[in-house]
């Protein structure tokens, strides 16, 4: 369905860019490894971008227990947003440029993960992050388990725009001598380099990682 779930949800500009499908949403998610979080508290406002991942209709966060931006997470609505630019599309007239691109803003409070769900949860960042990377590493500890706080937000009340394609020209315009397209904009992964004084060789799956599969 492409009905707004709330009323703050409902994109007003460009409104036919606008999807509210959860469908939309996961793949925006999915491609994300940083999300920007909007809050308050007595100093202010405050967007603060920190990496994310989801499982199922939930996105999640995970920080110390000691963070500022946690305690006040559970405690008030917040805006999540999410953006990829796929594109700068250049138009014969200044004020007809635009961008090709794919956003997100989810509304909603997060809450805290339940502790005996904490290592799953944070062993599944990691295989989202670098599929098969998990089974590889020394596991977390329980220390290191206890210190960490893991939160999440449904990805119920959400809204999405999303562009694609060339110019749209004005018809006064499309006369004029000037070049106007599209100037594609693409995430590269680039080669693995191996970190100083390691002498194990680089896995498989960060090879396959390299090539394009597997991860964010």
């Given at each position: 369905?492409n009905t707004?779930?709330?009323?703050?949800?409902r994109?007003?500009?460009?409104?036919?860019?606008?999807?509210?499908?959860?469908?939309?949403?996961?793949?925006?998610?999915?491609?994300?490894?940083?999300?920007?979080?909007?809050?308050?508290?007595?100093?202010?406002?405050?967007?603060?971008?920190?990496?994310?991942?989801?499982?199922?209709?939930?996105?999640?966060?995970?920080?110390?227990?000691?963070?500022?931006m946690?305690?006040?997470l559970?405690?008030?609505d917040v805006?999540?947003t999410?953006?990829?630019?796929?594109?700068?599309?250049?138009?014969?007239?200044?004020?007809?440029?635009?961008?090709n691109?794919?956003?997100?803003?989810?509304?909603g409070?997060?809450e805290?993960?339940?502790?005996?769900?904490?290592?799953?949860?944070?062993?599944?960042?990691?295989?989202?992050?670098?599929p098969?990377?998990?089974a590889?590493?020394?596991?977390?500890?329980?220390?290191?388990?206890?210190?960490?706080?893991?939160?999440?937000?449904?990805?119920?009340?959400?809204?999405?725009?999303?562009?694609?394609?060339?110019?749209?020209?004005?018809?006064e315009?499309?006369d004029?001598?000037?070049?106007?397209?599209?100037?594609?904009?693409?995430?590269?992964?680039?080669?693995?380099?191996?970190?100083?004084?390691?002498?194990?060789?680089?896995?498989?799956?960060?090879?396959?990682w390299?090539?394009?599969?597997?991860?964010?």
């Amino acid at each position: 369905m492409n009905t707004p779930p709330s009323n703050r949800t409902r994109v007003r500009r460009v409104a036919n860019n606008a999807a509210y499908d959860s469908a939309t949403v996961h793949a925006i998610v999915d491609d994300a490894y940083v999300c920007h979080i909007a809050f308050t508290d007595d100093h202010g406002t405050h967007c603060i971008p920190t990496a994310c991942w989801r499982e199922g209709n939930h996105l999640y966060i995970h920080g110390s227990n000691g963070s500022r931006m946690l305690k006040r997470l559970m405690e008030q609505d917040v805006c999540v947003t999410i953006t990829h630019v796929d594109g700068l599309v250049m138009a014969r007239s200044a004020f007809s440029h635009s961008m090709n691109y794919r956003s997100a803003m989810i509304y909603g409070r997060f809450e805290k993960v339940a502790d005996d769900d904490k290592a799953a949860t944070l062993e599944a960042f990691m295989e989202s992050l670098m599929p098969g990377r998990q089974a590889d590493i020394r596991p977390g500890s329980a220390n290191e388990y206890a210190a960490t706080t893991v939160l999440r937000i449904a990805l119920d009340e959400a809204a999405c725009k999303v562009r694609a394609g060339g110019p749209t020209e004005e018809e006064e315009d499309v006369d004029y001598p000037a070049w106007s397209g599209v100037l594609p904009l693409t995430r590269v992964r680039g080669e693995p380099v191996t970190a100083e004084g390691n002498g194990a060789p680089v896995p498989a799956y960060v090879h396959a990682w390299y090539r394009g599969a597997g991860g964010a």
